[in-house]
């Protein structure tokens, strides 16, 4: 069974600076999708950007960028150019390809504090 | 429309009482989902439904009676609640395939009380 491990409970940046959330996984399979969320106080789980496993090229959408790194099993997510609006909650999933598998695999979470 | 719609957004309800959770999505999504989520906790597989059928329970109690009427609209149906059963309930949907990208679109949640 795959399994994600996101190891910080908790971070804090300062406003306009640049923070990484790291995330590894473990899955025997060669092709999936992982992906981050962020929940903020208002509780909605809101995904913040994906990868597909067989893309060697980093994700990027706007500020969040991910360093995906397949051999060695990790996703971290950086943003950058912190805003207040980013406090929240931050969840790496995984995604199995295979048919009959549509269960999102969730990291414990970790939550990021961004001060001004 | 991209939206999954959760009603109500917050419910307190006795251990005797039945109720039920609504969830409604119109982006052509066949696969729908209830998550259960504890504070500062990831959200936890209950059930999934895929074309319209339960494909999975992740061995959730019967006090839990989900429901998918048709494509577009899931339900859960709540009755002789306990207090631990208290938390947010998430409904999600996706498409079946991985081909637009896999990942879900949630709700925003239902606080739920159990007194």
């Known amino acids: 069974a795959q399994t994600v491990t996101q190891s910080q409970p908790e971070m804090s940046v300062q406003e306009a600076e640049t923070v990484t959330l790291s995330c590894t996984y473990d899955?025997?399979?060669?092709?999936?999708?992982l992906f981050w969320y962020k929940q903020p106080p208002s509780r909605q789980m809101i995904l913040v950007i994906r990868q597909e496993a067989y893309k060697q090229q980093n994700a990027t959408e706007n500020r969040f960028s991910v360093n995906f790194q397949k051999a060695a099993k990790s996703f971290s997510l950086k943003i950058s150019d912190s805003q207040l609006g980013d406090a929240a909650m931050y969840f790496c999933?995984?995604?199995?390809?295979?048919?009959?598998?549509?269960?999102?695999?969730f990291g414990k979470g970790m939550k990021l504090t961004v001060n001004p | 429309d991209t939206e999954v719609t959760q009603t109500p957004k917050h419910l307190v309800m006795g251990m005797t009482n039945k109720k039920s959770l609504k969830c409604e999505q119109h982006m052509g999504h066949r696969a729908m989902y209830w998550y259960k989520q504890k504070a500062k906790k990831p959200p936890e597989l209950m059930f999934v439904?895929?074309?319209?059928?339960?494909?999975i329970n992740e061995s959730v109690p019967s006090r839990f009676s989900p429901e998918c009427p048709n494509s577009s609209l899931l339900n859960l149906h709540l009755h002789a609640l306990q207090p631990e059963d208290s938390a947010l309930y998430l409904c999600?949907?996706?498409?079946?395939?991985?081909?637009?990208?896999?990942?879900?679109?949630f709700g925003s949640g239902t606080r739920l009380t159990v007194v």
């Open positions: 439904y895929s074309y319209e059928k339960l494909s």
């Open positions: 999933a995984y995604r199995s390809p295979q048919g009959g598998s549509e269960k999102l695999v």
């Open positions: 899955t025997s399979e060669s092709d999936y999708y």
């Open positions: 999600a949907s996706s498409h079946i395939s991985l081909g637009p990208g896999g990942g879900y679109t």
